[in-house]
């Protein structure tokens, strides 16, 4: 058993989501920020890659007080669970998803540095280990789902969501396109990685204008 998943993702019209030095890049307008929000509102669980938080270091929590309010009514915690997948654990001490505003798992592989793992858990942070060298994401799935999270929102990046779309184990993908190009021959991508053959089908949601940009939600056909 998994969660739900869908990757919600912001990327320039000619599919980067980033530049080749890897900066965070300002893609999304304000009414999409405000969309992944509520996005967030609404899961039980956000996952990114180590990538993500070395790049970009998010706090991954619900930004509005009305929305985190609407949680805790709901007898949820303010914010979602945070999964962080990160094979060899690089993730650094000092890192916003480590702060007390949320639950974070960090996962990583039977290959991780143990001395960093204990440092983890000894700031109370939960690690899950599974996999030789790299996270086995079919067994954090089933540990999710275990966990009670039935709704899991993937922010990236682009490894991790090949990875998951590697495994199956992606439902839908929203993608907001932003009226810019980014260029650049080794500049991260939406998926990244060995290409799939054959390649993965899609199904059309729908497609609407936001902003200057335009938003579209697909369904992952198996």
């Not at 009414?31 to 180590?50: F, H, P, Q, T, Y």
């Not at 060995?194 to 902003?211: A, Q, T, V, W, Y």
Request: glycine letters at 6%.
């Amino acid at each position: 058993m998994r969660p739900f998943t869908f990757i919600n993702i912001a990327s320039s019209v000619d599919g980067k989501i980033s530049n080749e030095k890897r900066v965070q890049v300002r893609i999304s307008c304000q009414d999409d920020l405000k969309r992944v929000d509520e996005l967030r509102a609404k899961s039980d669980a956000i996952m990114v890659g180590i990538g993500t938080v070395l790049a970009d270091n998010p706090k991954l929590t619900v930004k509005s007080e009305k929305l985190r309010l609407m949680r805790v009514e709901k007898d949820l915690p303010p914010n979602p669970l945070r999964v962080i997948v990160d094979s060899k654990c690089r993730i650094p001490l000092s890192a916003k998803v480590l702060d007390k505003s949320a639950e974070t798992i960090v996962a990583v592989s039977k290959n991780a540095n143990l001395e960093r793992v204990d440092e983890l858990r000894k700031r109370g942070v939960n690690v899950f280990i599974a996999g030789e060298n790299k996270v086995d994401l079919k067994e954090l799935m089933n540990h999710l789902y275990k966990r009670g999270v039935r709704t899991l929102m993937v922010e990236g990046g682009s490894t991790l969501n090949w990875a998951l779309l590697k495994d199956g184990l992606v439902d839908e993908i929203y993608i907001y396109y932003g009226n810019i190009i980014i260029g650049g021959l080794k500049s991260p991508t939406i998926v990244d990685g060995n290409s799939f053959d054959p390649p993965i089908k899609l199904k059309l949601i729908c497609l609407e204008r936001m902003g200057n940009g335009i938003l579209t939600k697909w369904r992952v056909l198996r």
